[in-house]
């Protein structure tokens, strides 16, 4: 079955400082890749996506770029602030799968000024 | 501001209540899911709705009705919960229900079951 596996947190930085958050994953197809963001009290919104391999999903700063040779789709951002802390999802979507999401455990950054 | 309006945003009930959450989107969307979320883990799939019809049902207990009135709506009826069952309740859609269209999510119910 698919599985999505990102770096253990929390993951505590400094404003502007350079952030990657690991993600890994096993699917059986091609599957789509996405990062998720949940902030405190809030449901998750889609930060970026790529739909096959080598692309390069980007919004607001933080890009991934869809790693078929190493099964990888790190999330990338070369200044981190304060607004960015939040939890980060990690997940994968199959084409014929109505777009079930299978979700990596999540990981919590937190940004200090 | 999210597109996926759920309502209400916190619920709380006995196990012996009857109660609904809602969930509406006016994107067009032809695909709509229920998800729960336990504090500090990631969402599971509960049911998964495409073209107004049910297509994926994880398993979830008979406790737990859905029912999707029109390509716009989503409800999830609730009858005699157990306290495990408090979580954030999540509502998505996503535009055509396949693996590379995204999800939209609403903000969720939180729900407390005493």
């Known amino acids: 079955g698919n599985s999505v596996t990102q770096m253990e947190g929390p993951v505590t930085l400094s404003e502007e400082a350079f952030l ?94 | 501001d999210t597109e996926v309006t759920q309502t209400p945003k916190h619920l709380v009930m006995g196990m012996t209540n009857k109660k609904s959450l809602k969930c509406e989107q006016h994107m067009g969307h032809r695909a709509m899911y229920w998800y ?38 989503l409800n999830l009826h609730l009858h005699a919960l157990q306290p495990e069952d408090s979580a954030l309740y999540l509502c998505a859609s996503s535009r055509t229900g396949t693996g590379n269209s995204p999800l939209h999510f609403g903000n969720g119910t939180r729900l407390t079951v005493t």
């Open chain 2, 36 to 73: 729960k979320q336990k504090a500090k883990k990631p969402p599971e799939l509960m049911f998964v709705y495409s073209y107004e019809k049910l297509s994926i049902n994880e398993s979830v207990p008979s406790r737990f009705s859905p029912e999707c009135p029109n390509s716009s709506l």
């Open chain 1, 20 to 113: 990657t958050i690991n993600c890994t994953y096993t699917a059986t197809g091609y599957p789509s890749l996405f990062w998720y963001v949940q902030y405190p009290g809030e449901g998750l919104q889609l930060l970026l996506k790529a739909t096959k391999a080598d692309d390069k999903g980007s919004n607001k700063g933080f890009e991934a770029t869809y790693r078929k040779e190493t099964t990888s789709f790190h999330l990338e951002k070369g200044s981190v602030q304060v607004s960015d802390s939040a939890v980060y999802f990690c997940a994968l979507s199959e084409g014929t799968s109505y777009g079930k999401l299978t979700f990596g455990q999540g990981t919590i950054l937190t940004v200090h000024p």
